[in-house]
């Protein structure tokens, strides 16, 4: 069964820190793979996206990892701000915008 | 910035009513998708749209539910008799024609929030 599990449900962390979210997926066929900033009451917004042959990518402070061998991805978080509070969404394409599998998210909540 | 816009964002219905919800896509988007997401629960796919016809849909997209796109510019889901277990967020999303179509980007609204009573 698809599936995408993050790790950890939720965090707090202090204004300034680094932190690493985690995704393991068990997607098959396996096209892409996204992570969204999910804003409370707000849709998701896209950070990255990574194919099956990009091992790294970076946007800013974000900096999403991908192996593919193991079906593990993990976001990272430099320098925190308040404004990063939010939930982090880990997505895999398994072949078309119609089958997106989500995970449930990690909620980060940035304290000052 | 383009942006998708989702309208109402906040709806509470009687249990039994019929409900529209709104949205207007990037103007030069031509691929469209309800998502919805139940509180505390993970975003699930209802509904992809393009060329004016539903391309695919999801179980969860039952005879109670309908997309059209009236006029060009809104795309509208209509739930025909809400049900309890209808009360969720909606999301909205869209993207361009693009020759890499996997890869290329779908842009969100905010979500409508249903609240079915």
């Known amino acids: 069964k698809n599936q995408v599990e993050q790790s950890p449900q939720s965090l707090i962390i202090l204004e300034g820190k680094n932190c690493t979210l985690q995704c393991n997926y068990t997607v098959s066929p396996f096209s892409n793979l996204r992570w969204y900033k999910q804003d409370t009451g707000r849709g998701p917004v896209s950070l990255t996206i990574?194919?099956?042959?990009?091992n790294t990518k970076s946007n800013g402070r974000y900096t999403a990892t991908l192996d593919a061998d193991t079906k593990q991805s993990s976001l990272h978080i430099t320098a925190s701000q308040l404004s990063d509070s939010a939930s982090y969404i880990c997505v895999v394409n398994s072949g078309g915008y119609n089958k997106l599998i989500f995970g449930a998210g990690t909620r980060l909540a940035v304290h000052p | 910035e383009p942006e998708v816009t989702q309208t109402p964002s906040h709806q509470v219905t009687q249990m039994g009513q019929e409900v529209i919800l709104r949205c207007v896509p990037i103007s030069n988007h031509l691929y469209f998708y309800w998502y919805r997401q139940i509180l505390g629960q993970k975003v699930e796919f209802l509904v992809s749209f393009y060329n004016n016809e539903i391309s695919e849909k999801s179980e969860i997209f039952d005879d109670q539910f309908s997309v059209e796109r009236p006029d060009g510019s809104n795309f509208t889901l209509k739930i025909r008799s809400t049900k309890l277990e209808d009360s969720a967020m909606y999301f909205c999303a869209s993207r361009s024609v693009q020759t890499d179509t996997l890869n290329t980007e779908a842009f969100f609204g905010q979500g409508t929030r249903l609240t079915v009573v």
């Open positions: 990574m194919t099956f042959s990009e």
